[in-house]
């Protein structure tokens, strides 16, 4: 049984930086394209960044945002700077069915029940 569970969100101030985390089992996360996505109120999930054999961020998070991962924790993390409050959302983390990086999520099958994150101005 696959399972991903998020944390690291919370309340905080815009210029602020966050760390989320996801914590695998079930499925080994350097063996899976991992990404981030998020979601706000009233609107769609949108990819924020991806990572199999090299790392892939939204426009948005260019420069602001780093994923990466502990393959001996088997979980991987979103490092994020310079937090706006549009980036206030449910932040999730997902594994895809392989290897191959991908921005859709329709790509990606397991899903953690995700973390908030909001940012204040």
């Known amino acids: 049984q696959v399972q991903l569970v998020e944390s690291g969100g919370g309340l905080v101030q815009a210029g602020d930086s966050l760390r989320l985390s996801c914590a695998a089992s079930?499925?080994?996360?350097?063996?899976?394209?991992m990404g981030w996505f998020r979601q706000a109120p009233g609107k769609e999930r949108e990819f924020v960044a991806g990572?199999?054999?090299?790392?892939y961020y939204a426009d948005s998070m260019k420069g602001r945002a780093t994923i990466s991962r502990d393959n001996a924790k088997n979980t991987v993390y979103l490092q994020m700077v310079g937090l706006k409050p549009a980036d206030t959302a449910v932040y999730y983390c997902?594994?895809?069915?392989?290897?191959?990086?991908?921005?859709?999520?329709?790509?990606?099958?397991?899903w953690g029940q995700g973390t908030q994150v909001t940012v204040s101005s």
């Open positions: 990572i199999s054999w090299s790392d």
């Open positions: 997902a594994a895809a069915g392989t290897y191959s990086l991908s921005d859709s999520a329709g790509d990606y099958y397991y």
């Open positions: 079930g499925l080994t996360v350097r063996s899976y394209a």
